[in-house]
């Protein structure tokens, strides 16, 4: 998992703490991660990025931007209901999309909270 923390907080300011992790599948019963990883096959066709959030205002949103080789491919806003949130997102994508992929955590003001990354990998004839 990747976890990062905002730089220097004001004095009256918790620090926020991102987790970032990659898989499969989210068990909605327990909101936690299916087969996490960072390669994954072509055929699996989706990924979720799973973020847990401590720190935050309890009434806030926060943003995964995935990225493909360097391209934004998508923008999800996601709510952030309390001190300690667990939320995702997910991206299906084509089987061409193979190669190195990042998910950035924006803050409200569009402040990178946290990155992480994994690989799509190529089909192997």
Do not use: N
């Amino acid at each position: 998992p990747a976890l990062a923390q905002t730089e220097d907080p004001p004095q009256d300011s918790p620090a926020i703490e991102v987790e970032i992790q990659f898989g499969t599948d989210i068990d909605r019963e327990t909101r936690s991660l299916v087969d996490a990883g960072t390669v994954f096959p072509p055929e699996v066709g989706k990924v979720f990025c799973w973020t847990r959030v401590v720190g935050a205002p309890a009434a806030t949103t926060i943003t995964h931007a995935w990225y493909h080789e360097g391209q934004t491919m998508a923008r999800v806003d996601l709510k952030v209901g309390s001190p300690d949130w667990r939320t995702w997102s997910a991206k299906r994508y084509l089987p061409a999309w193979t190669g190195h992929w990042e998910v950035k955590v924006l803050d409200e003001a569009g402040k990178v909270l946290a990155s992480g990354s994994f690989t799509i990998e190529q089909e192997t004839p």
